[in-house]
């Protein structure tokens, strides 16, 4: 939908570099990283500019079950 990170992304991490130390999130300082998500589904994610992307960061056992796994929602 646009590049990556989109323009909303990049205004987030301006926003967060402004009041977040650098020490708990990286901001590249040309804003080229992060990409802001928006919602996961699967193995799938959406930024906030709408761009669905493929999650590889594996993070918070995503990499076993997936965004949203119906029966750990259920639980």
């Known amino acids: 939908v646009t590049d990556i990170p989109g323009p909303r ?7 967060l570099r402004r009041w977040e130390s650098p020490n708990v999130t990286y901001v590249a300082p040309d804003g080229s990283f992060p990409v802001f998500w928006e919602s996961g589904d699967g193995c799938l994610i959406r930024d906030v500019d709408g761009n669905r992307l493929l999650d590889l960061t594996a993070a918070f056992g995503v990499a076993a079950l997936g965004h949203a796994a119906p029966a ?3 639980a």
């Open 9 to 15: 992304s990049r205004a987030l991490a301006r926003e």
């Open 72 to 74: 750990v929602a259920a």
